[in-house]
């Protein structure tokens, strides 16, 4: 009897227990390797552009070009705008994801009518934890305003995702879209029905700042439909983990006239997660989906396996401009 009643209160407990970090709103608990995490990744040089030709003044207004009589005319605002950098604070959203899946879900459609489909999704958090790059100008013994990076901290950041799927054997993709019939049965499977929100959701909602004893996890899925079933090599692109990007100025593309920012291309630092599956459209199912670049004993189907993915080497990941 006096065992039963042990049984019973530790059973209680552990319930308690579990509500109780539920509803505090921590990450639920997954067994090792389900979450694959990828850390931000910070540099100094994404916190500059430059030294670069600002066209709108160099093109646009050639006006401004003189001979001054009393100073160098490289102290000139057009001589300037020849060589300009272009300084600021660059801020990461740490990211992980769980296992890429599928669901079939009934879809409405533009008829009125419900559609069986079979949705392709992934289930991802994210985190703020600081460690912003700011700019920080020192002056040296000469006078002359040297920069470096310190590192600072909000008490929130804002995700605006943009999560697409590409194939790499058909160059096709797949933006991620909003359907509610999928999200409510997605966050039932994978995070017991804690909140889960979609692209929209999560970029209405503050990414607070975690710390080590805190670490305020917000969850948001992504989700595909019409996915070609043939697909064997493809990739997610995250867009929005940070806001570092590249401008690129197109050769002779900006002309007098010209609204501000024309003839110039925004690169933005992108998250790329290569994925494979040995599969066929025989029995399309989510077992078959593996994260990474497969391996091939032979050099030669090797080579072609990484032409397919643009590498020269195996990676799971990478970041790139685009």
Do not use: C
């Not at 600021?88 to 990211?95: A, S, V």
């Not at 970029?203 to 019409?226: F, H, K, R």
């Amino acid at each position: 009897m006096v065992w039963r009643q042990t049984a019973w209160l530790g059973v209680l407990l552990l319930t308690v227990v579990f509500h109780g970090s539920h509803a505090a709103g921590q990450s639920p608990q997954f067994a090792p390797g389900v979450l694959t995490l990828i850390p931000p990744d910070p540099q100094y040089e994404e916190t500059y552009s430059g030294p670069m030709e600002l066209l709108e003044i160099v093109k646009g207004l050639p006006q401004l070009e003189w001979n001054p009589n009393y100073t160098a005319k490289s102290r000139t605002i057009f001589a300037r705008a020849k060589l300009v950098t272009l300084r600021r604070t660059i801020w990461n959203l740490e990211f992980a994801f769980k296992p890429l899946r599928m669901l079939e879900v009934d879809v409405p459609q533009p008829s009125g009518k419900m559609q069986r489909k079979r949705i392709w999704y992934m289930v991802y958090r994210v985190r703020y934890s600081g460690n912003d790059l700011q700019p920080d100008p020192v002056k040296d013994k000469f006078g002359h305003t040297m920069y470096g990076a310190k590192a600072v901290a909000h008490e929130n950041r804002f995700f605006f995702p943009q999560l697409i799927l590409e194939s790499l054997d058909f160059s096709k993709s797949y933006q991620d879209r909003i359907i509610p019939a999928a999200k409510e049965l997605i966050a039932k499977r994978e995070l017991r029905g804690q909140q889960l929100l979609n692209s929209v959701e999560i970029s209405q909602t503050p990414i607070p700042l975690s710390t080590a004893d805190v670490p305020n996890d917000v969850w948001g899925v992504a989700t595909w439909e019409d996915v070609d079933p043939r697909i064997d090599f493809f990739s997610v692109l995250v867009k929005g983990l940070t806001n570092a990007y590249k401008p690129v100025n197109l050769p002779n593309s900006f002309k007098p006239g010209d609204p501000p920012g024309s003839g110039r291309q925004l690169l933005a630092k992108t998250l790329r997660l290569n994925f494979w599956r040995p599969g066929d459209t025989v029995h399309e199912h989510e077992e078959e989906i593996r994260f990474g670049v497969p391996v091939d004993a032979d050099p030669a189907r090797q080579a072609r396996i990484l032409k397919k993915f643009g590498l020269k080497q195996r990676v799971d990941y990478l970041w790139v401009y685009r």
